[in-house]
């Protein structure tokens, strides 16, 4: 059954340094995101993708944030200057559709980044 | 804005005993879905089950059930014959098709214990 991958698993970084977090969605899908979830709190979004550009994103998504589909099957999320506080699990999701609701989000096993 | 609530940090059940895992929902917006996820502590996020906002019958999944009520808007998880396996971290979360928007906003989660 295909799957979202991501890599690395665990991330860790000096805070300051920028880090990339990659994700592979399922190939046939058109919609990609990126989640986050602090330990032991709620699963947020953070942006949504479609068509080569953000279709949406949350207001933790700042400017130190940006994404990126280099290539046919790679999704990026990238951290310019990382802080104590963007220690997290990051999950990145894709989905077939935007305009049916019922469509599941697949998630991905997520990257878990530690800022020290 | 949606909101979900999920108002059990933490549940218990014996084993083969039925559970109920409650969930509240607010939104304006008539056209949304319902999802419930399972976080292993692995860290995973896995799909269970979808109900749409104009599905006239609650979803089933195998042991998963989903009690709709809109009026009440409520989306409560039912997982009948509980396992050991079915110890995890369970999320409801909503998404509205308004202005195209496809992201989940998911609640803060119940902690499900099966015990023997």
């Known amino acids: 059954e295909p799957e979202v991958t991501q890599t690395p698993s665990h991330q860790v970084t000096q805070m300051g340094q920028e880090v990339i977090l990659r994700c592979v969605p399922i190939?046939?899908?058109?919609?990609f995101y990126w989640y986050r979830q602090i330990l032991g709190q709620k699963v947020e979004f953070l942006v949504s993708f479609y068509n080569n550009e953000i279709s949406e994103k949350s207001e933790i998504f700042d400017d130190q944030f940006s994404v990126e589909r280099p290539d046919g099957s790679n999704f990026t999320l990238k951290i310019r200057s990382t802080k104590l506080e963007d220690s997290a699990m990051y999950f990145c999701a894709s989905s077939p559709a935007m305009q049916e609701a019922w469509y599941e989000q697949y998630f991905g096993p997520g990257t878990r980044l530690t800022v020290t | 804005a949606q909101k979900i609530t999920q108002t059990q940090p933490g549940m218990f059940v014996q084993e083969k005993e039925a559970v109920t895992l409650d969930c509240t929902y607010d939104?304006?917006?008539?056209?949304?879905?319902l999802f419930w996820y399972k976080q292993p502590s692995s860290g995973e996020m896995i799909f269970l089950i979808y109900?749409?906002?104009?599905?006239?019958q609650n979803a089933t999944e195998g042991r998963y059930s989903l009690n709709f009520q809109k009026a009440r808007k409520s989306a409560n998880l039912v997982i009948s014959a509980s396992q050991l396996g079915d110890s995890a971290m369970y999320f409801c979360?909503?998404?509205?098709?308004?202005?195209?928007?496809?992201?989940?906003?998911f609640g803060t989660g119940t902690q499900l214990k099966v015990e023997l």
């Open positions: 109900q749409g906002s104009y599905d006239q």
């Open positions: 979360a909503t998404r509205v098709l308004t202005g195209g928007g496809n992201k989940l906003t």
């Open positions: 939104t304006s917006d008539p056209s949304y879905g």
């Open positions: 190939s046939n899908h058109l919609y």
